[in-house]
């Protein structure tokens, strides 16, 4: 009996004791996931450009990996960021400007923040939400209940932000990059400096692991065409490259000089073409966008610096993984075209680097060749992490391609267009490997956006709600985008592309015997990408059309009225 008491209180004692001691701190990476917009391959010194100053960004691509051949699955901002969020492609989470939907909670909730956060991360989104999340869109709240710090703005910012969203009203800057940067240090530092910035939890806990998101709407073409020369702005927007001689990009074409349009017009109306692409139509226009757009990333570049220099502050940059990628290109009159939602190189292949500082040190500091996508970016930190990538997401992780300890994870890679409206794009659909590129368009046969614009005039309407809003009718074509290409044996047009030889996209192969071969071949290759992309099961999505707000606008007020 004596042994059994003293036995019990030894145990009691040692377990006092135990619980007394410090608990072990959580040792898995920190993240840093930083994600410009409408920024091309080439446009920093690491992949090319030699007029743009970016020695953070390149100093970046030293300590890390960079991807050489990294894309997009989508060359348009609101599927291509939901695709990183879930690591899917749009043909399977079904959003999109045209869907009239909006991602459904369930589905939400295998994104990589909230499957970090559930892991016990601390997390934080400051920027640009272009993701309409939960039942009601970007007026759910759910996307901000996500994160445990939350200082965005949904849909655009502009260049400066305090123009059109509250929420960064009391930033001591007025640009867009300074105020994103106040709010990275002010989720790192714990500064609570910026009252009107979302916090779930008082202080950044020390003892956690955490996955910051920093999302720019910048370089992208309307935020630098909104930039003003104000006097609160730094010289950098000011004067930066304005004494220098900018070249047009290779293989302009200005509007007055297009002898043939690079895809048939009845295929592709290029007359509907939204109209904030204009500037790309005469080289003065073009020359001072693209002088905005290098000034941008400039802004860009300093501050990836200033962020580095925080986590050192912080000791904590030995154990954070820094990410850096493009939600897509854009054209600047490459061809004779503007804009982005193709699947030209120009707009799909975007910078993608990774610097991981636990990886052995011969692992970092290259260049990979290997073909990646966006959505492989949220299983490679979960990867990291710990965590269980979901069945749901159809990325690779890239952990083996950044350690160097695996092997390629793609053979091909699908990019596509489902954004097809009164704007006149496409339905497009391409596939590619490290050399040949193969691309199926579809004609739109959706009523002009010149005609909706008359109409509207005629009308006395609105015509940003003409052009902009999605009605019910437009839900249901954009499921039949998705569903039919399969249905279809054969596409209004083809393009094959020799990327080896021609990286411009100069000359289309298609209609060449001696190509037939690789035609056929990517022909195949189509077909088993595509139904890996759409998946087999419903998407998850919920309605998210002109016609549901009302519907929701009306039943709030009738509840209100019933409460009275």
Not at 174 to 202: K, M, W, Y
């Amino acid at each position: 009996m004596k042994l059994f008491v003293l036995m019990t209180l030894g145990l009691f004692w040692a377990g006092l004791w135990l619980g007394l001691q410090p608990c072990h701190a959580d040792t898995r990476p920190n993240f840093v996931f930083i994600l410009t917009d409408d920024q091309s391959y080439g446009m920093m010194g690491c992949d090319g450009n030699e007029r743009t100053s970016t020695p953070n960004l390149d100093q970046l691509a030293k300590d890390g990996i960079f991807f050489d051949s990294a894309y997009v699955s989508s060359a348009i901002c609101t599927p291509s960021r939901i695709s990183i969020f879930l690591g899917q492609f749009e043909r399977k989470h079904g959003v999109n400007f045209n869907s009239g939907t909006s991602v459904a909670q369930k589905a939400w909730k295998k994104s990589y923040p909230v499957l970090l956060r559930d892991a016990g991360y601390y997390t934080g989104y400051v920027g640009k939400n272009h993701a309409p999340i939960g039942d009601g869109g970007y007026d759910s709240g759910l996307m901000e209940k996500s994160f445990d710090y939350f200082y965005a703005g949904h849909r655009h910012l502009t260049f400066y932000p305090k123009d059109r969203h509250a929420i960064f009203n009391d930033a001591a800057f007025d640009t867009q990059v300074e105020i994103l940067a106040e709010g990275a240090t002010d989720f790192l530092s714990n500064e609570h400096r910026l009252g009107r910035a979302i916090r779930f939890l008082d202080v950044r806990p020390t003892e956690r692991p955490f996955c910051l998101s920093v999302c720019f709407n910048l370089p992208h073409n309307a935020g630098a065409g909104s930039m003003a020369l104000r006097d609160s702005d730094d010289e950098i927007y000011k004067t930066l490259y304005r004494d220098q001689e900018i070249p047009m990009p290779p293989h302009y074409v200005a509007k007055a000089e297009i002898k043939q349009p690079k895809v048939p017009a009845d295929v592709w109306r290029v007359s509907d073409r939204q109209t904030g692409y204009d500037h790309v139509d005469n080289p003065d226009d073009n020359r001072e966008r693209i002088i905005r757009k290098m000034q941008a990333m400039t802004g860009i570049d300093r501050m990836v610096g200033q962020l580095r220099e925080k986590l050192a502050e912080l000791d904590v940059d030995q154990n954070t993984i820094l990410v850096f990628a493009s939600d897509h290109g854009l054209f600047m009159g490459e061809q004779g075209l503007g804009g982005k939602a193709l699947c030209y190189e120009k707009v799909t292949h975007i910078p993608m680097m990774i610097f991981n500082p636990l990886s052995e040190s011969n692992a970092r500091g290259r260049r990979c060749d290997e073909l990646v996508q966006t959505i492989d970016l949220a299983p490679t930190m979960l990867d990291y992490a710990g965590v269980d990538v979901p069945e749901t997401m159809q990325g690779k992780s890239l952990r083996g391609l950044v350690d160097q300890i695996g092997d390629a994870v793609h053979d091909y890679i699908f990019t596509e267009n489902l954004w097809v409206t009164h704007f006149g794009n496409p339905k497009i659909e391409a596939v590619q490997d490290k050399r040949w590129k193969y691309i199926r368009y579809y004609r739109n046969n959706c009523m002009s956006a010149q005609a909706k614009i008359e109409a509207a005039a005629q009308l006395g309407l609105k015509q940003t709600a003409a052009l902009y809003g999605v009605s019910d009718p437009m839900m249901f074509h954009y499921r039949d985008l998705v569903e039919s290409s399969l249905r279809t044996p054969f596409p209004d047009y083809e393009e094959l592309y020799d990327l080896a030889n021609d990286p411009s996209e100069l000359n289309n192969l298609a209609a060449d015997p001696k190509h037939a071969r690789q035609l056929n071949r990517l022909r195949k290759v189509w077909r088993q990408k595509l139904r890996q992309a759409r998946g087999t099961e419903p998407p998850a999505v919920l309605r998210y059309t002109d016609e549901s707000e009302l519907e929701r606008q009306l039943a709030s007020k009738q509840s209100k009225s019933g409460n009275r």
